[in-house]
T-cell receptor, first 116, second 109 residues
Framework: GAVVSQHPSWVICKSGTSVKIECRSLDFQATTMFWYRQFPKQSLMLMATSNEGSKATYEQGVEKDKFLINHASLTLSTLTVTSAHPEDSSFYIC????????????FGPGTRLTVL | ELKVEQNPLFLSMQEGKNYTIYCNYSTTSDRLYWYRQDPGKSLESLFVLLSNGAVKQEGRLMASLDTKARLSTLHITAAVHDLSATYFCALQGAQKLVFGQGTRLTINP
């Protein structure tokens, strides 16, 4: 099956710093990528949807100035958590889809962010 | 608004027993997914169900879909400890996947 990678797999940072997480589709071109956040013992919450070459669409309640998403190529999307605070500590998971709604989303392995 | 609800949210069972996880949803959709998540890990795709009456089986897990009842089930047969995980169903909505709350399954020896 299709493979999606994330980097880094975990990161610890100080409060106030920015952290960038990369999501790559390794063997297919992803027209759409999704970013999710998952707090402990909870379900996945969609943060934003990004299409290659266009601005991301953020879900209600997600601060677009805090969570910067770039989808500059068909194989790479990045999520930058700006001025991170302890409440941003979470498990961030990306997924990628090659085509339209009928296509499967493939999930990355996740990135665990801990903000001290 | 599309809503997906799983039942039960927590399930503790003995090895060798059978049990079913239920996934109800509020509106029609083209496809329903089941995923497994181990602690600290991302999602592992188990099944995708596309049509009414669809049934898929892999090992001790069997998933079915009843679009008229807006219900999917994940049945576990003769559970073994290795199946302990959190299981999510997710429905393809107009723009995005909508996830259920997850069912945390613990299988005791």
């Amino acid at each position: 099956g299709a493979v999606v990678s994330q980097h880094p797999s975990w990161v610890i940072c100080k409060s106030g710093t920015s952290v960038k997480i990369e999501c790559r589709s390794l063997d297919f071109q992803a027209t759409t990528m999704f970013w999710y956040r998952q707090f402990p013992k909870q379900s996945l919450m969609l943060m934003a949807t990004s299409n290659e070459g266009s601005k991301a669409t953020y879900e209600q309640g997600v601060e677009k100035d805090k969570f910067l998403i770039n989808h500059a190529s068909l194989t790479l999307s990045t999520l930058t958590v700006t001025s991170a605070h302890p409440e941003d500590s979470s498990f961030y998971i990306c997924s990628a889809r090659a085509g339209g709604l009928g296509d499967t989303q493939y999930f990355g392995p996740g990135t665990r962010l801990t903000v001290l | 608004e599309l809503k997906v609800e799983q039942n039960p949210l927590f399930l503790s069972m003995q090895e060798g027993k059978n049990y079913t996880i239920y996934c109800n949803y509020s509106t029609t959709s083209d496809r329903l997914y089941w995923y497994r998540q181990d602690p600290g890990k991302s999602l592992e795709s188990l099944f995708v169900l596309l049509s009414n009456g669809a049934v898929k089986q892999e090992g001790r897990l069997m998933a079915s879909l009843d679009t008229k009842a807006r219900l999917s089930t994940l049945h576990i047969t003769a559970a073994v400890h290795d199946l302990s995980a959190t299981y999510f169903c997710a429905l393809q909505g107009a723009q995005k996947l909508v996830f259920g709350q997850g069912t945390r399954l613990t299988i005791n020896p």
